[in-house]
């Protein structure tokens, strides 16, 4: 995984599992950018926190091409509009503030590559930036963000050169990050949005900017826990 520097000892990390076409993980980064705000505004003197994402596919065996969204509704809820259960979520963030198209998205997607390009962005603004670009045109644009010509416009949106993109779409890289994926659900997590602050403090789902800020608060300063 590409770092931009090694955090100080009082340094705050925070490491995000999660997946950029998951409800729940798009309602805890709002949470989560909701969190830090409050916490820089706290601690102005201290360092700036550093987020670093990583993978977790909701279905890792989803085809290469992706399929059909309402079919994959229609398998995951029984229902290709989704029904009661996907319109919780929905619900959510909206509550959350944020914008959501539901109607918009087209295609599910398989999201390997997306996946290839967080983890070849150095951690910190930029990762965080191409994170937050992926779930808008997931979300919000209804792009299809399995498709590599998409990905590579978003990626570049974000600063990434043609050089990095082409290597993180590197048979090499797309296998790294599938085996990233593996160890981290090996490692027990089951779901997500999954955040480990410090090293040693989790909050397991988008539990709300209390949550995180609690944890952020137990939290020792030390480098990222999933390295």
């Not at 994959?72 to 963030?93: D, S, T, W």
């Not at 996946?115 to 045109?137: E, K, S």
């Not at 779901?191 to 137990?218: K, N, T, W």
């Amino acid at each position: 995984m590409a770092n931009s520097h090694e955090p100080g000892d009082d340094t705050l990390t925070i490491d995000v599992i999660s997946d950029v076409v998951c409800p729940w993980c798009y309602i805890g980064k709002q949470h989560l950018d909701e969190a830090l705000t409050v916490w820089r505004a706290r601690h102005p003197q201290a360092p700036a926190p550093i987020v670093t994402w990583h993978p977790f596919q909701l279905n890792p065996g989803m085809p290469p091409e992706g399929m059909d969204r309402g079919a994959y509704l229609q398998a995951k809820f029984g229902n290709p509009a989704g029904g009661p259960g996907y319109m919780r979520v929905v619900g959510a963030a909206e509550a959350a503030g944020l914008k959501f198209n539901p109607q918009g998205i087209r295609r599910q997607p398989n999201t390997l590559r997306a996946h290839a390009l967080i983890g070849a962005t150095a951690r910190g603004d930029q990762q965080h930036r191409l994170v937050a670009a992926l779930f808008q045109a997931y979300f919000v644009d209804g792009v299809d963000i399995g498709d590599e010509g998409a990905l590579r416009a978003i990626a570049t949106g974000c600063g990434l050169d043609e050089t990095r993109i082409d290597a993180a779409f590197a048979d090499a890289a797309l296998a790294a990050i599938a085996q990233e994926d593996e160890r981290l659900r090996d490692s027990g997590i089951g779901g997500v949005p999954f955040f480990v602050v410090g090293q040693r403090v989790a909050v397991s789902g988008a539990q709300g900017v209390d949550a995180l800020l609690d944890a952020f608060d137990r939290a020792p300063r030390s480098r990222s826990a999933v390295d």
